[in-house]
C-alpha cells in the first residue's frame, strides 16, 4: 500500500476534487463521516465529548464531526478558534452548517480566552492543524496544545497530531505537539507515523478511506510504502498439486556457538515453518545433539571446530544461505565469513553476529553479495553505518544505502522498515512489544532464508518475511500475553500466519 508525503496528499484531494468530480466541501464531509463512524462506535466511556477545531481545512473536518455526532445523539462541546483573518471556505461552509440543538454547544476561543475544563473521563478530538503544517505552533495554539495534553484524557488527533510535521520533524522543537493516544489518518498513514521519535504524539494510528479517487492512487509514483495483508496475500505462491521437496528449494543456515545454540534451533524452525523444502544446519560440532533433538526435520553439517563456526562446506547444493544467529565474532568465524562472501553464488541472509563481524572489517560490506539481505536492529545499524542524528535523518541514509549498495536493508523496530535496491522503503504494520525478546531476530532471519530458498526475489523474500513474523507474533501474544511471549512461540505460530494470509478475501 501506497504511502504519499503531504504534498502528494494534497494532489490527491485536487485530482478527486476535479475527476469523480466531487466539491471539496462534499470530499470534507466523507472525511467527517469516516470520523463519525469510527468515533461514534466506540464504548461510551466517556462523559463529554470535546471538539477543539482551528480555522483551516482539518477545522473543518472537526466541525462537521461535531455536527455529525450531535444527530447520533452525542454531546458535543465544539471549541472553534477564531482566525486573525479568514476562515477556510469549507470550514467557514461547516461552521454555517451546524445546527441548534440541546446537544451541540459551541464555543469560540480567541487570544484572552479561558480554556476550558478537561476531566479525565472527556474524550477530546484534537482538529488544530493538519498535516502541512511547516512551522511550530506558538501563542493562542501553542498554549491549547499544552493545556490538552495537561489533562488525563482520552485524545483522538484528525489526520495527524496538531503540531506534527507530516514528514521531516527535524527543524521541529516538539514542545508543542498533541499526544495523542489514537490517531485517525485520511486514506494514507503519514511518514512521520514510522518514526520511533514521534510514537509518543502519535499513539495508535488507524487509516480512514475517504474515497481518493482510485486512478490516482494507482498512477502516482512514491518510495513510501506498508505492508498490509492485501500486499502480503499477493506476494505469497500457491503450492502445485505435483511439487515436491525440490520444487521449494535447499537452505543452508549457519548458527550457533557454545551457549547459543538455541539460536541455531530457532532459526532453523522457522526456515523449515516458512516452506523451505530442505534445511541444513552447519553447526559446531558439540551441538549436533541439541539440534537433531529439538529441530529433527533440518539435516546438520558439523564445524571441524566444537564451539563456532570456522569452515565453508561446498555451497553449490544450497539455494539460500542465512548466516548470524549465535555465531560469535571470534577469529574463525569471521575468516569463516569472508570465504563465504568470497564463495557464495546466492544472495545472503546476513544478520546478528554477521553483521558485527563485517562492522568489524571495513571494506567488507562491499564484498557482499549484491541483492543480499542485510537485518539489523538498531544498534547494529549504527555499529554498520555510523550514528544519525535523528530517526528521519536514518530514515533517509537507510533509502540511500539499500540503492547504493545494490542491497535489501531490514531495519527492525517496531514498524520495520524494508528498503530495497530501486529506493524504496515498505514499513511494516504487523507486530507487538512482547516481541523485543531474545531470539525474535533468529526467527526472522530462518524466515527469509526460507523464502529466498523458494524462490521468492529477495526484497520480495524480506517484505513478505517481516510480515509474516510480525503476524505470527501478533497471533502468538493473543494467546500467552505480551509478557510471555518467547521466540519459540512466534516460530510455532509462523504457519497460522501464513493460514491467515492465504485467507484473506480482497
Known amino acids: 500500500m501506497k504511502t504519499l508525503t503531504t504534498g502528494q496528499v494534497r494532489m490527491a484531494d485536487e485530482f478527486t476534487i476535479s475527476h469523480e468530480p466531487v466539491s471539496s466541501l462534499d470530499l470534507m464531509e466523507r472525511a467527517a463521516s469516516g470520523l463519525a463512524t469510527y468515533i461514534g462506535g466506540l464504548k461510551d466511556s466517556f462523559t463529554e465529548i470535546k471538539i477543539f477545531a482551528g480555522f483551516g481545512n482539518n477545522g473543518g473536518d472537526g466541525i462537521a464531526l461535531a455536527r455529525l455526532l450531535s444527530n447520533q445523539g ?14 477556510s471556505p469549507d470550514a467557514k461552509a461547516n461552521l454555517d452548517r451546524l445546527p441548534v440543538t ?3 454547544s459551541v464555543i469560540f476561543l480567541k487570544n484572552g480566552s479561558l480554556f476550558p475544563q478537561i476531566d479525565k473521563d472527556d474524550l477530546v478530538i484534537d482538529a488544530l492543524f493538519g498535516s502541512g503544517l511547516t512551522r511550530e505552533p506558538s501563542g493562542l495554539m ?4 499544552d493545556h490538552i495534553n495537561q489533562s488525563l484524557a482520552q485524545v483522538i488527533s484528525v489526520d495527524v497530531p496538531s503540531g506534527l510535521f507530516g514528514e521531516d520533524n527535524r527543524g521541529n522543537s516538539r514542545q508543542h505537539i498533541i499526544r495523542a493516544s489514537e490517531t485517525l489518518s485520511f486514506q494514507f498513514p503519514k511518514i512521520c507515523f514510522f518514526l520511533p521519535e514521534n510514537a509518543p504524539f502519535t499513539g495508535n494510528w488507524k487509516v480512514i478511506p475517504i474515497g481518493i479517487h482510485p486512478d490516482f492512487i494507482r498512477d502516482i509514483q512514491t518510495p513510501w510504502n506498508y505492508t498490509d495483508m492485501r500486499d502480503a496475500h499477493g506476494w505469497l505462491k500457491r503450492r502445485g498439486k505435483f511439487s515436491h521437496k525440490g520444487t521449494y528449494g535447499h537452505s543452508l543456515m549457519i548458527a550457533g556457538s557454545t551457549g547459543k545454540m538455541g539460536a541455531a534451533v530457532l532459526t532453523a524452525t522457522a526456515c523449515i515453518r516458512s516452506g523451505s523444502g530442505l534445511t541444513t544446519v ?59 562472501l568470497g564463495e557464495s553464488k546466492v544472495p545472503l541472509v ?51 544505502l539499500a540503492e547504493v549498495n545494490g542491497l535489501v536493508i531490514v531495519l527492525k523496530g517496531a514498524n520495520t522498515a524494508v528498503a530495497g535496491q530501486d529506493g524504496s522503503v515498505w514499513f511494516n504494520t504487523t507486530g507487538n512489544p512482547g516481541m523485543a525478546t531474545g531470539g525474535s531476530g533468529d526467527v526472522l532471519t530462518g524466515l527469509i532464508t526460507g523464502l529466498v530458498a523458494q524462490g521468492y526475489e529477495p526484497y520480495t523474500a524480506a517484505r513478505l518475511g517481516v510480515y509474516v513474523h510480525g503476524l505470527a507474533g501478533d497471533i502468538a501474544s493473543a494467546e500467552v500475553g505480551l509478557e510471555a511471549l518467547k521466540a519459540g512461540d512466534i516460530a510455532n505460530s509462523i504457519g497460522k500466519a501464513f493460514m491467515r494470509i492465504h485467507n484473506y478475501s480482497i
Request: net charge negative; proline share 9%.
Open 350 to 400: 546476513l544478520d546478528a553476529d554477521a553483521l558485527n563481524l563485517i562492522s568489524c572489517h571495513p571494506g567488507s560490506l562491499q564484498r557482499v553479495p549484491k541483492n543480499s539481505i542485510l537485518t539489523p536492529h538498531p544498534g547494529e545499524f549504527k555499529r554498520l553505518f555510523g550514528e544519525d542524528p535523528d530517526d528521519y535523518s536514518r530514515l533517509m541514509r537507510l533509502k540511500e
Open 74 to 87: 452525542k454531546r458535543v462541546f465544539l471549541y472553534v478558534i477564531t482566525p486573525e483573518k479568514n476562515w
Open 142 to 145: 501553542a498554549d491549547l496544545i
Open 102 to 104: 440541546e446537544n451541540l
Open 282 to 340: 552447519l553447526i559446531p560440532s558439540d551441538g549436533n545433539v541439541i539440534v537433531q533433538i529439538a529441530v529433527p526435520e533440518a539435516m546438520t553439517i558439523l564445524d571441524t571446530d566444537p564451539s563456532c563456526w570456522t569452515t565453508v562446506p561446498d555451497l553449490s547444493p544450497y539455494s539460500s544461505i542465512g548466516v548470524g544467529p549465535g555465531i560469535g565474532t571470534g577469529i574463525g568465524s569471521w575468516n569463516a565469513l569472508e570465504r563465504l
